[in-house]
């Protein structure tokens, strides 16, 4: 169940700050005027996770629902995100933040959070409450690396997935994205109609940075061209720009193509890489670049790609209802 409620852009410039600043602990998240709004960016008085949680207690109150974002971890995804629903909060109240929990997360960004956590109680957000919560995750039953890291894959293409259709956020300039400036330079290009009119991408695997992927050197002018440029081994980002004639008019729309083969599910934790930054890849092209994105499309082969399907997306048919004919009587 979605809420219908978006993230505000004084919430997201306290997110950008809390990603920067090392000595932020905690941003304290609520929903006002129909939007989530912060409430108080908290520093950390301490060195360790446990001592700083003793700094959100002026903000946790017995019958008031929060959103809390925690810095809690030493290696990114540095996040965990919060959702605490008091047992004695208002019905209305209660419904609604538990309706907007997904989307707190996916309007920020879902590669920056580890975790996503529900807490009824104030007890539970305290250093003897996070201790309770690690020993009983702990008593799970093991998995084996590749099983962890493969669930991992597919929660992670599922929320991906499911956060199409979601309102962009508005990234500040001080929000770091590991997208290379060359990347970006032929972003811009395309956006202004200039260069090979596609970009293709890859994710280097030792540096976790977006980069250009090799070029055939050749401008694709046809979908079949294109899906012929793109690797069948790896994932590739790809924009285009789509120059076609329709209906008697020619347009150039540019479409982006999340491609992901299935010979690259063997390299599980390359592959995970991609579902969380393919958000932030098509928000830097349109935010930083200017491109304007007309459709977007996600398959695992290249092969499935077809000027068929891509034509069907931009140019649907429009079914002509015919106006009702109340039926003849009988022996007329």
């Known amino acids: 169940m979605q809420s219908g409620i978006a993230a505000s852009k004084e919430l997201v410039s306290e997110f950008n700050n809390l990603l920067s600043d090392s000595s932020a602990f905690a941003l304290v998240v609520t929903i006002a005027n129909e939007a989530l709004t912060p409430v108080a960016l908290v520093p950390a008085p301490a060195s360790s996770f446990s001592d700083n949680l003793s700094a959100l207690s002026p903000h946790i109150k017995p019958n008031e629902p929060l959103y809390i974002i925690l810095r809690r971890f030493d290696t990114v995804p540095r996040l965990s995100a919060v959702t605490y629903v008091p047992d004695i909060a208002k019905v209305r109240a209660k419904m609604l933040f538990a309706a907007t929990r997904l989307t707190l997360t996916r309007e920020l960004g879902s590669e920056h959070f580890r975790e996503s956590l529900f807490c009824t109680l104030p007890e539970e957000l305290t250093a003897a409450g996070f201790d309770k919560l690690d020993r009983h995750a702990a008593l799970d039953a093991p998995l084996t690396e590749e099983e962890r890291t493969l669930g991992e894959v597919k929660r992670a293409e599922a929320e991906a997935g499911a ?24 972003l811009g290009e395309l956006a202004r109609g200039e ?15 977006v980069e250009l992927a090799p070029s055939t050197g050749s401008k694709p002018s046809t979908v079949s061209d294109l899906v012929s440029a793109i690797s069948k081994t790896e994932p590739r980002f790809t924009f285009w720009r789509f120059t076609h004639t329709h209906g008697g008019a020619e347009s150039s729309p540019v479409l982006f193509f999340y491609t992901c083969p299935a010979v690259a599910g063997k390299e599980i934790k390359y592959r995970m890489m991609y579902p969380l930054m393919k958000r932030a890849v098509i928000t830097a092209a349109e935010k930083e670049a200017g491109v304007q994105v007309e459709k977007k499309f996600e398959v695992e082969e290249p092969e499935e790609i077809t000027e068929e399907s891509v034509l069907a997306d931009l140019h649907p048919k429009v079914e002509v209802k015919q106006a009702f004919r109340r039926p003849k009587r009988p022996g007329r």
């Open 195 to 209: 260069g090979e009119g596609v970009v293709m991408m890859k994710i280097n695997r030792e540096t976790e940075t």
């Open 163 to 186: 956060g199409t259709g979601v309102r962009e956020i508005h990234l500040s300039k001080n929000m770091n994205m590991p997208i290379s400036q060359e990347v970006l330079n032929r």
